[in-house]
């Protein structure tokens, strides 16, 4: 059964970017969050109505990601991943009133469930900038985001909480604040530190991809 290592961190912080960074050098399987393709992500940007059918959506595609990860015989690399989707989004979006309290709760009981079926990931990579960093990499971003920069405070907030509710060693935090956007220079020690921490040989694996 193949390992999952998972990139955590707030919008914009350049979660996406670090995971690709990682799996050319590093060969791992990779499961992005599919901005574009996810088909609720542009509709709740303008109708709050979409943004159950959005969050279920993304649950159950990091669910669906991590399955299809567990069967591969190398290391899976994830960005964002179940966890923050509901520990962070779900969250942030249920006090922003994107979610009802029922809509939050079935949100709640669908991540429940779905992380009892499958084992938790045995690596979470956590990068934190400087506020200002992170709002000027999200202004910078193209794509479709539902959080803002308003929400960057409470978003921390949210995700240092679950952390805190995990096993140290599980859990690598990193400072990204005079990190270059591409993340090139973190890469090789980085590498060695996931390395370190769950024991694969450097020369072991093939690089992949998972769409």
Known sequence: MGKIIVITGNTGI??????????????????????????????????????????????????????????????GLVDGGLDQDF?????????????????????RRFYDFCRAELPPP????????????????????????LATPEDIPLLASLLDEWLASLPPERVLRLDVSSASPSYAEVVPGLLAQIRARLGLDAGTYETGYIP
């Open 14 to 75: 350049g979660k996406t970017t670090l995971a690709r960074a990682l799996s050319k050098p590093g060969a791992f399987d990779l499961a992005l969050e599919q901005h574009i393709e996810r088909p609720f992500q542009a509709l709740v940007k303008f109708d709050a109505r979409y943004g159950l059918a959005n969050q279920v959506d993304y649950l159950l595609l990091r669910a669906e990601q991590e399955r299809v990860l567990r069967q591969s015989p190398q290391p």
């Open 87 to 107: 520990h962070g989004f779900a969250r942030l979006f249920h006090a922003r009133g994107l979610l009802s309290d029922a809509e939050f709760d079935l949100c």
């Open 122 to 145: 045995e690596l979470i990579i956590h990068l934190t900038a400087h506020a200002d960093v992170i709002r000027a990499r999200l202004a910078g971003r193209k794509r479709i985001t």
